[in-house]
C-alpha cells in the first residue's frame, strides 16, 4: 500500500508529465494511458507527431527512464537531412517544419547535457569506396546519385566542414560534449553495419530513446535493429520526420510502425520533463 506521502509524490509527478504518462517506483514511465485521473476516460487517438495515443486499442508497455541505463540515440543529425541546403529538403523539408524536428532535436542534446544523459549519434557517410557497390535498393540508388553524406574517404575531413554530411551547426557544441559517442557510420539504414549496439552495451545501456532522421529509413531501422538486438526502445516522435512525395508519406508510414514496435511513443516535450523528473530536476 503506497504511503500519503508516496502517493503525493505519484500524483506530483503525474500531473507534470500530463497525459499519456505515470510513474512507477523510482522512475518516469512514458506511454501510459493509465496514468493521470480520466485518462482512461479521453477520447481514443491514434498516436501523432505532437501526442501521444489515447485508448487506440494496442497495449501500452511504457518505458522506464531510468538513470543508470537509458540513453538517447540520434540517427542522422546532419546538413542532408535537416537543412535548407541539404540535397533532400525537397522532399524531406515540409515533416520536419511541420514537426519542428530540428528544434526538438537540440531541445534532446539541451536536456541530455543538462543531466548528463549519455547520447549516442549514428552517422551516415559515404565514401567513394561505397559509390562502388554492385547492387543498391530504391533509395540507396537515390542518394548515391544526389551525392548525399558524400565524404572521400573515413580517414580524412577534407571538405567535411559544412558539406552535406557535416553536423548542423547548432548541434555541434553539444555532439563535441562529453557525454556524446558519435559511432561509426551506418552504411544503407539499420545499425547493423557500425557499431552503435556494442558502444552501447560496453556503456551499460539497454534503453534507448530514439529520434532523429529519417523516420521511415534509419530511425525506424535502428528501432527494429536495436529491438531485435534486445534493447527496449522508445521513439520521439516529433524529433523525427520523413520524406513526402506525390505519392508516399515516409513519416506516416513510419508513425504506424513506431507505435506498433516501440515499447512507447510520445513527444519531445513530455520526453524532455520525463528525463529531467527520472533526474530529479
Same mark, same amino acid.
Given at each position: 500500500?503506497?504511503?500519503?506521502?508516496?502517493?503525493?509524490?505519484?500524483?506530483?509527478?503525474?500531473?507534470?508529465?500530463?497525459?499519456?504518462?505515470?510513474?512507477?517506483?523510482?522512475?518516469?514511465?512514458?506511454?501510459?494511458?493509465?496514468?493521470?485521473?480520466?485518462?482512461?476516460?479521453? @477520447?481514443?487517438?491514434?498516436?501523432?507527431?505532437?501526442?501521444?495515443?489515447?485508448?487506440?486499442?494496442?497495449?501500452?508497455?511504457?518505458?522506464?527512464?531510468?538513470?543508470?541505463?537509458?540513453?538517447?540515440?540520434?540517427?542522422?543529425? @546532419?546538413?542532408?537531412?535537416?537543412?535548407?541546403?541539404?540535397?533532400?529538403?525537397?522532399?524531406?523539408? @515540409?515533416?520536419?517544419?511541420?514537426?519542428?524536428?530540428?528544434?526538438?532535436?537540440?531541445?534532446?542534446?539541451?536536456?541530455? /547535457?543538462?543531466?548528463?544523459?549519455?547520447?549516442?549519434?549514428?552517422?551516415?557517410?559515404?565514401?567513394?569506396?561505397?559509390? /562502388?557497390?554492385?547492387?543498391?535498393?530504391?533509395?540507396?540508388?537515390?542518394?548515391?546519385?544526389?551525392?548525399?553524406?558524400?565524404?572521400?574517404?573515413?580517414?580524412?575531413?577534407?571538405?567535411? /566542414?559544412?558539406?552535406?554530411?557535416?553536423?548542423?551547426?547548432?548541434?555541434?557544441?553539444? %555532439?563535441?560534449?562529453?557525454?556524446?559517442?558519435?559511432?561509426?557510420?551506418?552504411?544503407?539504414?539499420?545499425?547493423?553495419?557500425?557499431?552503435?549496439?556494442? @558502444?552501447?552495451?560496453?556503456?551499460? %545501456?539497454?534503453?534507448? %530513446?530514439?529520434?532523429?532522421?529519417?523516420?521511415?529509413?534509419?530511425?525506424?531501422?535502428?528501432?527494429?535493429?536495436?529491438?531485435?538486438?534486445?534493447?527496449?526502445?522508445?521513439?520521439?516522435?516529433?524529433?523525427?520526420?520523413?520524406?513526402?512525395?506525390?505519392?508516399?508519406?515516409?513519416?506516416?508510414?513510419?508513425?504506424?510502425?513506431?507505435?506498433?514496435?516501440?515499447?512507447?511513443?510520445?513527444?519531445?516535450?513530455?520526453?524532455?520533463?520525463?528525463?529531467?523528473?527520472?533526474?530529479?530536476?
Amino acid at each position: 500500500m503506497n504511503t500519503p506521502a508516496r502517493s503525493l509524490g505519484l500524483t506530483l509527478v503525474a500531473s507534470l508529465l500530463g497525459a499519456g504518462a505515470m510513474i512507477a517506483t523510482g522512475a518516469v514511465v512514458l506511454g501510459l494511458t493509465g496514468g493521470p485521473a480520466g485518462a482512461q476516460d479521453a @477520447q481514443p487517438r491514434a498516436v501523432s507527431a505532437k501526442l501521444p495515443p489515447v485508448n487506440d486499442g494496442l497495449p501500452m508497455p511504457g518505458f522506464d527512464i531510468t538513470t543508470s541505463n537509458t540513453a538517447i540515440v540520434i540517427t542522422d543529425p @546532419q546538413v542532408d537531412f535537416l537543412s535548407p541546403d541539404g540535397v533532400t529538403w525537397g522532399v524531406v523539408g @515540409q515533416s520536419i517544419t511541420e514537426n519542428g524536428t530540428v528544434e526538438n532535436l537540440e531541445a534532446l542534446f539541451r536536456v541530455a /547535457e543538462e543531466v548528463g544523459m549519455p547520447v549516442f549519434v549514428s552517422p551516415h557517410y559515404y565514401y567513394e569506396h561505397d559509390h /562502388e557497390w554492385h547492387f543498391e535498393g530504391t533509395l540507396e540508388t537515390l542518394m548515391h546519385n544526389i551525392g548525399m553524406f558524400d565524404r572521400p574517404h573515413a580517414l580524412t575531413l577534407d571538405g567535411f /566542414e559544412g558539406s552535406g554530411a557535416d553536423w548542423l551547426d547548432r548541434y555541434k557544441p553539444y %555532439i563535441d560534449g562529453d557525454n556524446v559517442v558519435v559511432t561509426s557510420p551506418h552504411k544503407v539504414y539499420g545499425p547493423d553495419s557500425n557499431d552503435l549496439a556494442l @558502444q552501447l552495451r560496453k556503456a551499460g %545501456i539497454d534503453k534507448v %530513446i530514439l529520434g532523429g532522421m529519417s523516420s521511415n529509413l534509419c530511425t525506424e531501422s535502428h528501432m527494429r535493429g536495436l529491438i531485435e538486438d534486445g534493447f527496449e526502445v522508445m521513439v520521439v516522435t516529433d524529433a523525427t520526420a520523413g520524406a513526402i512525395t506525390e505519392h508516399y508519406d515516409g513519416y506516416a508510414a513510419s508513425l504506424t510502425n513506431f507505435r506498433m514496435i516501440a515499447s512507447a511513443v510520445d513527444n519531445t516535450e513530455n520526453t524532455v520533463r520525463a528525463i529531467k523528473a527520472a533526474h530529479g530536476m
